[in-house]
T-cell receptor, first 114, second 111 residues
Framework: DGGITQSPKYLFRKEGQNVTLSCEQN?????MYWYRQDPGQGLRLIYY???????QKGDIAEGYSVSREKKESFPLTVTSAQKNPTAFYLC?????????????FGEGSRLTVL | AQSVTQPDIHITVSEGASLELRCNYS??????LFWYVQSPGQGLQLLLK??????LVQGIKGFEAEFKRSQSSFNLRKPSVHWSDAAEYFC?????????FGQGTELSVKP
């Protein structure tokens, strides 16, 4: 079945450690996105990529990094520079760079810093 | 600044009652507007979207929304709520190829 796969679903990290969240899609979509979700704050855009080998910062990119070496993959690294990384992370993809607005979401990864 | 606002953080309705979730936007031109739904611990699913034309749009699961330019609103409605509608609902708009989301409204359904 076509869709977006995020892994791991749950992740625990010690302070000072980097961690990478995986996002893979088999929808042949050009654009991919990473959002962070915190209670009462909706979804905030971290990074997005509209084409392979290119990506842009969103509203809260500090402390995060991404790569887009393949069309189907858009991993997110949460670095030790991210001051409050505990959150629910959602990956999404779309055709036409979200011009139509329909994003397809993965089931999310919950990161907890111990 | 351009934004969408969902004034209600949490709403509780009885099963079978009607529902209206509010969304207000701040945008110069006519925005592309969307409603998404999220079940606990899951990703988001698109309910409906508005680009232009008929201001009343129909979506999945019996939901509809009406675009009102004079009120800068795009409220989501359902005539009869089912217990399975309990979830969090997000209004969003398209800004330069990326979606900007409101804060969300959590819906609880009483039996």
């Amino acid at each position: 079945d076509g869709g977006i796969t995020q892994s791991p679903k749950y992740l625990f990290r010690k302070e000072g450690q980097n961690v990478t969240l995986s996002c893979e899609q088999n929808l042949n979509h050009d654009a991919m996105y990473w959002y962070r979700q915190d209670p009462g704050q909706g979804l905030r855009l971290i990074y997005y990529s509209q084409i392979v080998n290119d990506f842009q910062k969103g509203d809260i990119a500090e402390g995060y990094s991404v790569s887009r070496e393949k069309k189907e993959s858009f991993p997110l690294t949460v670095t030790s520079a991210q001051k409050n990384p505990t959150a629910f992370y959602l990956c999404a993809s779309s055709q036409q760079g979200a011009k139509t607005g329909e994003l397809f979401f993965g089931e999310g990864s919950r990161l907890t810093v111990l | 600044a351009q934004s969408v606002t969902q004034p209600d953080i949490h709403i509780t309705v009885s099963e079978g009652a009607s529902l209206e979730l509010r969304c207000n936007y701040s945008y110069g031109a006519t925005p592309y507007l969307f409603w998404y739904v999220q079940s606990p611990g899951q990703g988001l699913q698109l309910l409906l979207k508005y680009f232009s034309g008929d201001t009343l749009v129909q979506g999945i699961k019996g939901f509809e929304a009406e675009f009102k330019r004079s009120q800068s609103s795009f409220n989501l409605r359902k005539p009869s709520v089912h217990w399975s509608d309990a979830a969090e609902y997000f209004c969003a708009y398209n800004q330069g190829g990326k979606l900007i989301f409101g804060q969300g409204t959590e819906l609880s359904v009483k039996p």
